[in-house]
């Protein structure tokens, strides 16, 4: 097997024990296994950076082109989030519950989905542009992604389910954590959305043109669009939004990979036939 | 004085003065009304949902060019994005004004100003827009502010072709354009603008030309052939460029054939004055530009297509340049030539569109910075 691939599985795999450590460290109630979780976490993220970077330089292509590039590089970016978050700022063991297991599930989809060439985007195609769209895709993700775990981790800390409570922080310390990451993923959705109208301008001339995939990025904005408006202007705080960033949550993925990628290829607007 | 108070007031000078009062003051409490209902949050978020709603439809149950036209180009739909930013307008500028200006509030003030400054720009180029696709052979010239000159086109309701200056000239097609070593595939030497004011530019997929605020596109390529009709002793007759279409095979090959995208076509050949039913195919020789072989088909003139399957008076090939005689005339593609189609746009608002994207995205990060300043302050 290729170097690429034997990191790629080596990730998937090490994410599966840190999946596993998070879910039974919150059934058994046994806090070591948090931090099995995150230093597995860590280990996987090595050879996680590894085959992406393998793959890049062994193909000179963009790492984010084919559907199962794209994830990989969005779980990427998930999981570096979540480390540095963990790592540095604010500790909040059990976080990875929720952002392990979907990197770990998504990674793995990924990899049912590799194909052993690289796809090369049209070269034409090429820009800086594409380069401030995926990260500000990326990382938007990332963003709320641990902002749905931060929103789990307020509705267990006030059921103090698994007997949680004293293992986070104060409820509303992990509320406005939440609102803060949602309002970082929005700019960067903002980001991905600005970049592609103007990648889409210079390439095709114009700006917008409700293509399937343009019109899934203006449903994230909007979901956290919606949000941000549920918190400033109505007030809303704590469970509800919490809720709602974890069913966002869901609708991101959806709308990421699920849809446009199965039922339409990567912006079919972009797919430019020389004859 | 609210309005339990003043129908209070209401009621006693009911009863006190004469003559009596109008109770009901329809022209006041209706400008009141619509601009409460404006101006309400309830309506900004039944909007944000009723358009997040839409999107979805048109995305899942609904999709691609139908998602189109059953949403995204009808007037509810458009009128939906309107109430929007009228909405925006009185709700949150009526709300942030007389507030005192923070880092915050600048923040937001100028996301939703961008907001509205874009959609009044997408109406407004929504009524002056121009969209046309160009269609040129090596050497030819059209004339921009002739609608014959395009294929197809689509424009705003107010646009005028009189805004379209000068002529297009396609010089040269170039294949395997290349720009600092990367491949840009086809790339158009193409010649804009009024006689002794001419802009000549390369263009390929990520460099346009742009003139007077029109922009030229590369789109699409082909071959044309100059077909050409003699009779016996060699004298030419009639010459016509004829634009080929390429055909993906099932080897995925490309056949290039006179016809329409669907599939091979004969032709009336010559144009004015028919003598045959013609089609022509073109083989290019996989090492020199512009050369190859060509196939001729040829029917005794009759109207319509010809069906595929009936089998032609006279058939055979020759490589471009030579001759293929075809009962008293003969026939020869003299030579192979591109055609190109651009895509020509005029969108005057969309300066003010990409501006304000980029304002809206400065406001968001200007109000998160200030949250996040506050924040640390302690106060927040
Ligand atoms: C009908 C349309 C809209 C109305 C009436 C509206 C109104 C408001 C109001 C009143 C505020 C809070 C100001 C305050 O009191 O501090 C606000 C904040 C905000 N709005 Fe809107 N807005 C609208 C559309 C949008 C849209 C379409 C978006 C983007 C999806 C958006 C994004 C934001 C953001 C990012 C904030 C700041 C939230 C924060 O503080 O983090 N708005 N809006």
């Given at each position: 097997m290729k170097s690429e691939l034997v990191c790629f599985w080596l990730a998937v795999a090490l994410y599966g024990v840190s999946t596993f450590s998070y879910i039974f460290g919150l059934i058994a109630r046994y806090d070591k296994l948090y931090l099995v979780g995150l230093l597995s976490a860590l280990a996987g993220f090595l050879p996680h950076t590894a085959s992406i970077g393998l793959r890049w330089a062994a193909?000179?292509?963009?790492?984010?082109?084919t559907i199962s590039e794209s994830i990989t590089f969005g779980v990427f970016m998930a999981v570096l989030l979540f480390l540095v978050f963990q790592l540095?700022?604010?500790?909040?063991?059990?976080?990875?519950?929720l952002v392990m297991p979907t990197s770990f599930v998504l990674l793995g989809w990924a990899g049912t989905l590799i194909k052993e060439v690289a796809t090369s985007l049209?070269?034409?195609?090429?820009?800086a542009w594409l380069w401030v769209h995926i990260v500000g895709a990326t990382t938007g993700f990332a963003s709320v992604l641990i902002a749905a775990g931060l929103g789990l981790m307020y509705l267990m800390k006030e059921k103090d389910s698994a007997g949680i409570a004293d293992r986070l922080p104060e409820l509303s310390v992990l509320d406005t954590q939440s609102y803060r990451f949602v309002a970082g993923g929005f700019i960067m959705y903002g980001l991905m959305i600005v970049s592609g109208a103007y990648w889409s301008n210079t390439v095709k001339g114009n700006y917008w043109a409700w293509d399937p995939v343009e019109v899934w990025s203006l449903v994230s904005w909007l979901i956290y669009g919606i949000y941000l408006h549920l918190r400033v202007t109505f007030g809303w705080r704590g469970s509800k939004l919490a809720w709602y960033s974890l069913i966002a949550l869901v609708v991101m993925i959806v709308s990421y990979w699920g849809i446009p990628f199965s039922l339409e290829t990567f912006h079919s607007g972009f797919r430019i036939d020389h004859s | 004085m609210t309005r339990n108070e003043r129908d209070e007031v209401e009621l006693v000078a009911e009863t006190e003065?004469?003559?009596?009062?109008?109770?009901?003051?329809p022209i006041h409490r209706i400008p009141r009304m619509i601009y409460d209902f404006l101006a309400s949050a309830r309506l900004a978020m039944a909007l944000l949902v009723a358009i997040l709603v839409c999107c979805l439809a048109g995305v899942t149950v609904v999709r691609g060019a139908q998602a189109w036209l059953t949403i995204f180009s009808t007037l509810w739909f458009n009128a939906l994005l309107v109430l929007l930013v009228v909405n925006v307008a009185c709700c949150f500028f009526g709300r942030i004004w007389h507030r005192r200006i923070t880092v915050i509030s600048f923040g937001m003030i100028l996301f939703h100003m961008s907001f509205v400054a874009m959609f009044l720009a997408i109406v407004y180029d929504s009524l002056f827009f121009f969209q046309g696709s160009l269609r040129l052979t090596e050497g030819e010239t059209l004339q921009n502010?002739?609608?014959?000159?395009?294929d197809g086109y689509r424009q705003g309701?107010?646009?005028?072709?009189?805004?379209?200056?000068g002529e297009t000239t396609l010089v040269k097609m170039i294949r395997g354009y290349r720009v600092g070593g990367e491949d840009k595939r086809a790339a158009y030497d193409v010649e804009v603008g009024e006689p002794g004011h001419k802009r000549r530019e390369v263009i390929y997929i990520t460099n346009n030309l742009d003139y007077k605020g029109v922009k030229y596109l590369p789109e699409k390529e082909g071959y044309s052939a100059l077909i050409v009709l003699s009779d016996k002793t060699g004298k030419e007759l009639y010459g016509a460029h004829v634009p080929l279409q390429s055909l993906k095979q099932k080897d995925n090959s490309y056949l290039y054939t006179t016809g329409t995208k669907e599939g091979a076509g004969s032709f009336p050949f010559p144009q004015d004055s028919p003598l045959y039913s013609l089609q022509v195919a073109y083989r290019p020789d996989p090492v020199k530009d512009r050369s190859g072989e060509v196939f001729f088909q040829v029917w005794p003139y009759r109207e319509g297509e010809i069906p595929q399957q009936e089998q032609p008076a006279a058939a055979g090939k020759a490589p471009v340049g030579q001759h293929f005689s075809a009962g008293g005339h003969t026939l020869a593609a003299k030579e192979i030539r591109y055609w190109v189609g651009m895509n020509v746009r005029h969108d005057p608002g969309k300066p003010v569109i990409l501006a304000s994207l980029w304002v809206g995205l400065a406001g968001m990060i200007i109000t998160t910075f200030g949250r996040m300043r506050k924040g640390r302050a302690g106060k927040g």
């Open positions: 193909s000179g292509v963009e790492p984010f082109i540095t700022v604010k500790k909040v063991p059990p976080l990875g519950v049209n070269p034409a195609l090429q820009s | 003065s004469f003559p009596v009062e109008p109770r009901y003051h502010s002739d609608p014959h000159s395009y309701r107010f646009f005028s072709f009189s805004r379209l200056k």
